[in-house]
C-alpha cells in the first residue's frame, strides 16, 4: 500500500526537506520514526526539496509498506518528532500516486517584518528598511512575473536544470500596514532553485530603487542574468499548498 502524509515544519534547524549526508534534514527525521514505528527500512518521497531554513506550513510526502498501519500512526510519529515537525494525516492513495511528480501546482509565500519583532523570529525576515519601499514598484515587478514563461534570470547558477520554464498564475505583494509585514504569494506548477528568493529579492531592489524596473523585464525577455541580485534569507520562505488531481 502507499500512503500521502501532510505535515509541516520550522525549517530554520534543518539542512532542508532532502537528506544530506553530514547535516540533518526533515526527511532523514521523517523516515527514520516511521522505520522505528513499522520496525522496517521506510523511505519517503517529498513532493519537492526546500532549502536549508525553509519552512512549509503544508508539504505531502508519500511511502510505501505491506504492513497494516497502527490506528495511532499520527500520534505516534508526533511524539517521536521534534517540535518543528508536525504531521496531520495519513491516507491510503494509488500505488502509483506520487507526492512530487502527480503535484500539478505549489505556492508559496514570504513574509517581511517593517519591525523588529521578538515574537517571530525564524519565521520572518525582519527588514525595517523596507518600510523606504516604493509599494507601487514593488507590486509592478511582481506583476511581471506572471507574464512571462521561462525564469533563467531567477534560477540558481549550477541548478543542473533541463529547461528554465514555469507556469506561473499568480505573483503578487499582500501590503500588512496595521500588521506591519508584507507577504509575497506566487504560485505556479513548479519552481527552480531559488527561485522565489531571487523574485523577492528584485522587487525589493526595484522597490528601493537601486535596481529599474526595465532592467528586470529585459533579463526576463532576454532570459539573460540581472545586472545584480538578491536572494533573500531563507527565514521568511514558506511553502503553502500542493494540489494534485484528486483528494489529498
Known amino acids: 500500500m502507499r500512503y500521502f502524509l501532510t ?3 520550522r525549517g530554520t534547524p534543518f539542512c532542508g526537506w532532502q537528506r544530506q549526508p553530514n547535516a540533518i534534514s526533515v526527511q532523514e527525521l521523517l523516515e527514520k520514526a516511521l522505520s522505528t514505528i513499522l520496525r522496517e527500512t521506510i523511505e519517503v ?3 519537492g526539496r526546500t532549502d536549508a531554513g525553509v519552512h512549509a506550513s503544508y508539504y505531502v510526502a508519500h511511502f510505501s509498506t505491506d504492513k497494516p498501519l497502527p490506528p495511532t500512526l499520527v500520534i505516534g510519529l508526533n511524539s517521536i518528532l521534534p517540535l518543528d515537525i508536525a504531521i496531520y494525516t495519513c491516507q491510503p492513495v494509488h500505488e ?3 507526492a512530487r511528480y502527480d503535484a500539478y501546482e505549489r505556492a508559496y509565500e514570504y513574509h517581511i517584518a517593517l519591525r523588529k519583532t521578538p ?3 525564524n519565521g520572518v525576515w525582519i527588514y525595517p528598511q ?3 519601499l516604493d509599494t507601487d514598484l514593488l507590486q509592478a515587478t511582481a506583476a511581471l512575473f506572471p507574464q512571462f514563461e521561462a525564469f533563467f534570470p531567477f534560477c540558481k547558477t549550477h ?6 520554464r514555469c507556469a506561473l498564475t499568480k505573483a503578487h505583494w ?3 500596514p496595521e500588521n506591519h509585514r508584507l507577504v509575497f504569494h506566487v504560485t505556479a506548477n513548479r519552481f527552480l532553485r531559488g527561485m522565489v528568493r531571487l523574485m523577492v529579492g528584485s522587487c525589493i531592489q526595484v522597490g528601493m530603487k537601486q535596481l529599474p524596473l526595465q532592467a528586470v ?3 526576463l525577455e532576454h532570459q539573460t542574468a540581472l545586472p545584480k541580485n538578491l536572494s533573500v534569507p531563507p527565514d521568511g520562505l514558506y511553502l503553502t499548498k500542493i494540489l494534485y488531481p484528486y483528494p489529498v
Not at 159 to 164: K, L, T
Open 130 to 132: 523596507a518600510q523606504r
Open 159 to 164: 541548478s543542473g536544470v533541463e529547461h528554465y
Open 174 to 176: 499582500d501590503i500588512q
Open 7 to 9: 505535515l509541516a515544519y
Open 45 to 47: 518521497t517529498g513532493c
Open 96 to 98: 502509483t500516486a506520487h
Open 217 to 219: 523585464q529585459n533579463a
Open 119 to 121: 515574537f517571530a523570529q
